[in-house]
């Protein structure tokens, strides 16, 4: 594949996106996981999917939809619902949770109706649920770039905010952080990353890729920039590796992507016993 | 005299119409050792996080340092151990010296990194606490009464003037327990802090408490020195916390 790669530039694209978003997705991931919130990445996927048939469905009735690029509209919507879900969340204070259903309901209910009214779209329903490395575009690319940039941005600037936010928000707002407005602006984010992700893991497998490189750096590390660190790593491993074995075995890549996470968790689970048992060992002896 | 630190005028908190502050008023002086107690549901907690202004009250106000809570900026003056410190995420992964630099994140401002000054802030609090050498362990590997000394470094990172601790001790074991009283003793003597501590326990503070505001269904049942407290046991009203040890030097 790496030859192919300057031949084919769907191939480039792909190849640029996995390595964009195996750095993006773990890293505001590391700080949706510790918050106790990974079931937001499922319910704001599917709410892009949502859009991203929206914008389909429209395409095929006005000129200016047929050539944009549906992940913008996507994106849009993914960001419209975080809003939504922070509004909920404020709605139901004891059962902050039924956000998420609420909002997942709503996505695939939108995206039934837009698909079933549909005749027929240009790309294939599954490589919007599962992913594709035939799919991604030079605007893609943009976007998800862009993406990466903002990421960044808020990450390295409110670091320390996010941080104190995520480990004891009461503490925080008595410290005179502005909480809600960190907590929207991370939202934000979140949804963001989420809808940009989906170009290559698809609807149904984005929140992996938010939430098992982290699970698996979590295993071993003591503190959170440690954790951010091992997170990226585990989730650059799995979308390259991911990439290049979907290319080779022609499947979906979000499919393989997500199978590498799994395989990550389960080798640092294992590695942790062996060293648990031998620690034990040592002990005795 | 000695300045005001905390002044609540007649203030009153409602909970969708159920009252859980009633006509409270409240002057808490610099130096002073204030024990808040009362049953559970007693408004203790309210009253607490009414003067950390993390709620508004419907009737009343509250000055902090002399200021209306509202044009009040400087909330490094002021720090909080909550009831929660003690049952946090311990899976977080996160080390003793990050969460001790949390304490200074509210005065650094949004775009500014740790500087020598903070991070000397850092080790002396963590020091002061005899935790220097842990910092480098995660938060959740730790006892519950070191993660406790570490939760009170973060509080005190910034050399507050207001130190407030919510049942500080909850789910901590008795080894745990002397510990921690050990630590406030020790801030209480070396520092020039003005103590809120919310308590199901005076005898274990009598020789620090200057004052007892002891809440009974949202009213102030009692507001006066710990000597005057002691004797409240005579009165059918309220039933007050045993005292054991009556008065010290000191105390009013």
Known sequence: ??????????????????????????????????????????????????????????????????????????????????????????????????????????????????????RGFSVDLSTLLFGSISAVSQSDIVLIVSVAIITLTVILTFYKQLLFLSFDEEQAKVSGLPSRWLHALFMFVVALVIAVSMRIVGTLLVSSLITLPVAAALRFTSSFKQTILWAIVFGELATIGGLVLAYDLDVAPGGVIVLIAVAILATVMLLEKVMSVRKKEVRHE | MTTSVVKLDHVSYYYDGTPALKDVSIDIRQGDFVAIVGENGSGKSTLIRTILGLLTPQSGTVELFGRPIAQFKDKSRISYVSQKAASFNSGFPVTVEEVVAMGRYGRLGLFKRLKMEDKAAIQNALETVNMWQFRHRKIGDLSGGQQQRVFIARAMVNQPDLLILDEPTVGVDQKHLRDFYEVLHMLREHTTCTFVLVTHDLNVVTDLVTKVVHLDRGQMACNCGLKEYSELGQLASIKPYPVKVLVHEGTT
Request: glycine content about 8%.
């Open chain 1, 1 to 118: 594949m790496i030859a192919e790669l300057w031949t084919y530039s769907f191939l480039r694209y792909a190849f640029i996106a996995a390595v964009v978003i195996g750095f993006t997705a773990p890293l505001i991931g590391s700080f949706v996981v510790v918050r106790r919130m990974s079931l937001i990445a499922d319910a704001l996927s599917h709410v892009t999917l949502a859009g991203i048939s929206f914008s389909l469905f429209l395409g095929q009735y006005l000129a200016f939809f047929m050539d944009l690029n549906p992940l913008y509209m996507g994106t849009l919507i993914s960001v419209l619902a975080a809003l939504g879900l922070n509004w909920l969340r404020g709605k139901y204070v004891h059962f902050q949770e039924l956000s998420i259903p609420i909002m997942m309901s709503a996505g695939m209910g939108f995206s039934a109706i837009f698909i079933s009214l549909s």
